[in-house]
């Protein structure tokens, strides 16, 4: 009845939350433990999803995912305190469960604070660190893939300091995705300018504005396609700033009446921005112009997110918490989290709001 249940749950079957309760006292895996939650999640039985909550280990129900759940179930059952303890302990983070339970506080995601400043010491550290230097004669070079494995040597088991500074140098040679990881590696939870740069934009916003999109929404996936590495390119194949698929640029440039188009043309920022937005929107409007639904069909095909939709309405936040691919469901809530904080901190202030779409 767990592998059923489990294999229910991926499925979207209403029956895999029965499936997964005639198992009774059976020994599951981490993961048909998680699915067990989804499949009640995905009923909105609040009772079942409670239990299912309780039967997670310990350090299982810690995380953020459980924790907002849990508190969506006490809401729902009428246990609104114990809601509110469980929402405050995870809101202030900055992630998608912190943005839900944010939103459930009645609070708006705040702009993050200014960068910390680098000191003159790190700075001078960093930039007169050999292995940091090599890194940056090999980029200057055009040899990326040397250029990236000295880095991440240079930077291992480094001080905060040091790798702010580092994060810093790299943003000043136009290393975009070495600045982003390096300044979250120093705290995955501060100096958010840096780590949530908005690169390209002289070219972005208007292909942006001619679409119809959100900006904060298209530099949300941006970052979680390629953070900004022009020469980017998937083991699947995809390209270039917004990680475009050779056949799928085809298909595109088809559509928009884009002549002369080859794969080669994915590496130029400018096309790969066009053919990248141009895409978007049109998922967009194949999936009932709802951007959690886009977002997913942008990462794993629009015809797979269109399966994954009830037959009933159903919440944004369970739709995302159900996707039966983890790089999907993934990429889903850290677009969704990046958005809202693109959309506070860097390009519309007023707009803070929640993850969930």
Request: aromatic content about 8%.
């Amino acid at each position: 009845h767990v592998v059923l249940g489990h294999h229910g749950a991926l499925s979207r079957l209403p029956q895999a939350a029965d499936w997964y309760a005639a198992a009774g006292d059976v020994p599951m895996t981490p993961v048909q433990r998680a699915w067990h939650v989804r499949a009640a999640l995905r009923n909105e039985n609040w009772r079942h999803v409670e239990a299912a909550i309780a039967a997670l280990t310990d350090d299982e129900r810690g995380e953020p995912e459980w924790t907002y759940w849990l508190g969506r179930a006490h809401a729902a059952q009428g246990r609104a305190q114990e809601a509110e303890t469980l929402y405050r302990s995870i809101a202030n983070q900055a992630h998608f469960y912190g943005m839900l339970a944010a939103e459930e506080l009645g609070r708006a995601f705040l702009p993050p604070p200014p960068d910390e400043p680098v000191s003159a010491a790190d700075h001078e550290h960093a930039a007169n660190d050999p292995g940091i230097r090599r890194a940056l004669a090999f980029y200057r070079l055009g040899m990326p893939t040397e250029g990236v494995r000295e880095w991440i040597r240079a930077v291992r088991d480094r001080d905060r300091g040091f790798l702010l500074a580092a994060a810093h140098l790299a943003l000043a040679d136009g290393l975009f995705e070495r600045a982003i990881n390096t300044a979250e590696l120093a705290d995955p939870s501060a100096n958010f300018a840096i780590r949530f740069l908005t690169p390209y934009r002289d070219l972005i916003e208007p292909q942006v504005r001619e679409q119809g999109l959100d900006l904060a929404w298209i530099y949300g996936l941006m970052r979680q396609e390629s953070r900004f590495n022009v020469p980017a390119r998937s083991h699947a194949g995809a390209q270039g700033l917004m990680q475009v698929m050779p056949a799928t640029g085809q298909w595109v440039a088809d559509r928009i009446g884009l002549r002369g188009y080859h794969a080669r043309m994915l590496t130029d920022p400018r096309t790969n921005v066009l053919l990248g937005t141009s895409y978007m929107r049109l998922i967009l409007a194949d999936l009932d112009n709802h951007p959690v639904l886009a977002s997913a069909g942008y990462n794993a095909g629009p015809g797979r997110a269109r399966r994954w939709r009830d037959a009933r309405p159903l919440e944004a936040a369970i739709f995302a918490e159900t996707i039966p691919f983890d790089e999907t469901r993934d990429y889903v809530k850290k677009v969704l989290a990046n958005t809202v904080i693109y959309a506070c901190s860097r390009i519309a202030r007023n707009r803070c709001g929640s993850g969930s779409g």
